[in-house]
């Protein structure tokens, strides 16, 4: 099992910047997918980001496609996401989750394919 602790979450300016971290550590911990999600009042988790520790190739949603990065400190066992550009509509729960040691990110966009989770951090933008 990976144990998830985000932070970095708060009230940024629209066009501002802000960086999620997430720190994992745990038995289970290794070469793994992991991502940020986020989910805001009346809609669906979605998945923002990716990221394959083994090879370090990284998956975005479209909708933060050119705003957002994704990034593994490997060192620090640390996955963070550097929000830039955001926008009002990126107000939402972000969470940070791993998929089971060994797996690929092909489905990373599918929440269930993650098996542990983060508690979140909020982020707000406001206009």
């Known amino acids: 099992q990976v144990h998830l602790v985000e932070s970095g979450g708060g009230s940024v300016e629209s066009g501002g910047s802000l960086r999620l971290s997430c720190a994992a550590s745990?038995?289970?911990?290794?070469?793994?997918?992991m991502g940020w999600f986020r989910q805001a009042p009346g809609k669906e988790r979605e998945g923002v980001a990716a990221?394959?520790?083994?090879?370090?190739?990284?998956y975005y949603a479209d909708s933060v496609k050119g705003r957002f990065t994704i990034a593994h400190d490997k060192a620090e066992k640390t996955l963070n996401l550097q929000m830039n550009s955001v926008k009002p509509e990126d107000t939402a729960m972000y969470y940070c989750?791993?998929?089971?040691?060994?797996?690929?990110?092909?489905?990373?966009?599918?929440?269930?394919?993650?098996?542990?989770w983060g508690q979140g951090t909020q982020v707000t933008v406001s206009s």
């Open positions: 990221l394959y520790t083994g090879t370090g190739m990284a």
């Open positions: 745990g038995d289970g911990y290794g070469i793994l997918c």
């Open positions: 989750a791993a998929m089971p040691p060994g797996w690929g990110c092909s489905k990373w966009g599918v929440p269930g394919t993650f098996h542990d």
